[in-house]
């Protein structure tokens, strides 16, 4: 058995994949503690969640300033030791050529919401921070601060496809109308890129020609609500290893990654 760890939730939506971490800690399959649960969108139903579990809860409600900084950005309150040119030299999802106003906008705004709830966050002490359903992508500036051992990262996240393939926003409608024959969800700690960083587990299914959309996202749902308490559990141990490798290609160039070793 591990030590209990405190546990911080990032939520948006309904919140099962936090029930399903809530339910592990209360059952024992995860030594660890829900510290609190933050969210993004006011009246989330996975608030609810955090009510009923006597979880402490807050909202940064980040479409209220993406709207504030659309008509006057001077009314944005950013920390003080916030870099733009940094966080823009570390963040790695944009496209080569892509409009740098609007890469300027997001990171504006985000790091604004992000120090909201850096400052809720005081409040619980926590050793993990695990996003279930968060659909807002992390800057350099939050990272950082979670991270400050850069060899032992404390953000997970759960994505509902098979790592590398189909990151992004839809991971199960994308393995779908791309006409995979398995699915799956893979658990993530997170870096500078979009479900980039080094994977710690994942979990697959067979997709059947009678297979629908739907039906896909059930059998990904079960698969996670297995998958990500059992790599929280192994944080809990202290069996997670982050370390970086670097391969020889046949054609003499070097390729460095950054995995997961389970101890």
Known sequence: MGETIHIGAFISGGGTNLQAIIDSCENGNID???AFVGCDKPGARGLERAEKNNIPSFVVDYSSIIKT???DPDQIDLPDDFDLDEAISKQSFFPEGY???KIKAFLITRTAAEAGLLKEMKAYPYD???LAGFMRNMTPYFIDRINTDPDNPRIMNIHPAILPSFPGVDGYGDTFRYGSKVGGCTVHFIDYGEDS???IGQRCFPIEPDDTLDSIK???LEKEWELYPSCIQ???EGRLETVKETFTLDNGNTYQRAIVKIK
């Open 69 to 71: 900084y659309k008509k």
């Open 32 to 34: 660890g503690k829900m």
């Open 197 to 199: 960083g080094p994977i």
């Open 218 to 220: 059930k059998k990904g």
């Open 99 to 101: 409009d740098p106003e």
């Open 128 to 130: 993990l921070i695990v």
């Open 234 to 236: 192994l944080f809990a």
